[in-house]
């Protein structure tokens, strides 16, 4: 076996980990990233948020030839699609963007190993697999992911019972796909095969979809979704689901089961730390198998840190990468670290659907006084001259401060907007900062204007 030396060994190459190898890199240290897939880039690169958002765009681009053109006076007949032509595009997609990173290593010199890493001591790695070697480096990172987590008793089989891998891979639009989670995963799939023709049952055990974001903004967004076909069935908990014949069957306690043709298992996700030999150095994970870190994202074992889905906080590809370079900054620097306050959230389904900060339910459940400004786009120029007036941006700002606490957006280019309020929130501005800052005409960002008027109830255009 090979033996070699490092300043640094990043275990994973998702968007935490290549991104902290190529900062330390940067910051002149010797750096090993231990990868097990040939492809670099992550689960989020590779079979996540890329190839997710190539079908979304896709099938967006059918249905709005589809249904909406002819409301530009754009007459478009017999339109039709070819999923494998998506699939490729998708494909294609992925694999440049994996040959990027890979071009990314070679200019900043960093040494990759294709194989599983796993601790076997301090500053001791064991590449297991295709480069198999022997590494030692006085600092050890990991940031090995995530995986989608399971269900009693729902039964995957990679092709009638499966997860988000396999719903970006389908050879076929099923006739009726059941979606057991009501989250970013499987609205966002959901909404490639509703446009593409499947019919689409969702099934969520909570009172509403999209736990965790702000209530108003997911009732909103369930009723358009229901009103481009989408059907939600809430408050229900999944007892099981299988393969049945040519099809499946979801079973659901205290109501009759769903039979459908596939079935996505999308209950979140959980951290990729089994097996990496935490317990040589006496790593301390809680109750939820997530590894414990402090403010500079170092473990109980001295020398060994970890970000992103594999610690606390939001699964979320952007919070690892800041939490990498953070990370990094602090071993070589000494300082570094992530405003948790102001990390947004997107779903990329149509229309969009982002929030950055508090919610006006943790708001509440909190006792922070605060006043909310609302703006739809339905009032906005813009929004009129695209054909998309479907939404409203939400702002919630400090009662007595006004420092902003809180930005929701549904809406066209939601994704988009929300960076702006992020930023606002980084250097801890007000509404009124944003009411008094000047907005082009006409833009979909003059809503984010409006809404920071509306917190002092002057918003122009309503």
Not at 166 to 194: F, K, M, Q, R, T
Not at 255 to 262: K, Q, Y
Not at 362 to 379: D, H, M, W
Not at 450 to 456: G, N, Q, R, Y
Request: charged content about 20%; aromatic content about 4%; glycine content about 12%.
């Amino acid at each position: 076996m090979n033996t070699a030396t490092h300043d640094l060994i990043v275990i994973g190459a998702g968007p935490g980990g290549y991104v902290a190898a190529i900062r330390a890199a940067q910051l002149g240290l010797n750096v090993a990233c231990v990868e097990s897939e040939n492809a670099l880039g992550g689960t989020c690169l590779r079979v996540g948020c890329i190839p997710s958002k190539a079908l979304l765009e896709s099938s967006a681009r059918f249905a709005e030839a589809r249904d909406t053109l002819s409301k530009h006076g754009v007459n478009v007949t017999g339109v039709s699609f070819d999923l494998a032509g998506m699939m490729r595009r998708k494909e294609d997609i992925v694999n440049g963007l994996t040959h990027g990173v890979a071009g990314l290593f070679k200019k900043n010199g960093i040494t990759r190993y294709e194989g599983r890493g796993r601790i076997t001591g301090p500053q001791r790695v064991v590449v297991e697999g295709t480069d198999g070697a022997a590494l030692s480096a006085k600092h050890i990172l990991i940031a090995t992911g995530c995986a989608s987590a399971s269900l009693p008793n729902v039964e995957v089989d990679g092709l009638y019972v499966g997860t988000s891998t396999e719903a970006l891979a389908y050879d076929a639009v099923p006739g009726h796909l059941a979606v057991i989670g009501a989250g970013y995963i499987g609205l966002e799939l959901g909404s490639v095969w509703n446009r593409l023709g499947a019919k689409v049952t969702v099934l969520e055990y909570l009172d509403r979809i999209l736990p965790g974001m702000d209530g108003e903004l997911a009732a909103k967004a369930r009723k358009i979704f229901e009103k481009q076909g989408m059907t939600f069935r809430v408050g229900c908990r999944v007892t099981g689901a299988r393969k049945k014949g040519k099809g499946a069957v979801v079973e659901i306690d205290g109501a009759a089961p769903v039979t459908c043709d596939r079935v996505l298992l999308a209950v979140g996700r959980v951290p990729n730390t089994a097996d990496l030999g935490l317990e040589t150095v006496g790593i301390d994970t809680d109750s939820r198998g997530r590894i414990v870190v402090d403010e500079r994202f170092r473990t109980s074992a001295e020398g060994v840190y970890a970000i992103g889905d594999v610690i606390p906080g939001p699964m979320l590809a952007h919070k690892a990468e800041d939490e990498g370079v953070a990370c990094v900054e602090n071993i070589v620097k000494g300082y570094g670290e992530v405003n948790y306050n102001a990390i947004p959230g997107i779903v990329y389904t149509h229309p969009e659907i982002a929030s950055v900060g508090k919610t006006e339910e943790q708001l509440q459940q909190e006792g922070v006084p605060y006043r909310k400004g609302v703006f739809p786009y339905l009032a906005n120029g813009r929004a009129r001259c695209i054909g998309e007036t479907e939404g409203f941006v939400k702002m919630l700002a400090h009662a007595e401060t006004d420092r902003l606490l809180g930005v929701h957006i549904l809406g066209a280019h939601a994704g988009d907007l929300i960076a702006e309020a992020a930023v606002a929130m980084e250097f801890d501005a007000s509404s009124e900062d944003l009411a008094r800052s000047c907005h082009a005409h006409p833009t979909l960002a003059e809503i984010v204007k409006e809404a920071a008027l509306a917190v002092d109830e002057r918003a122009i255009h309503i």
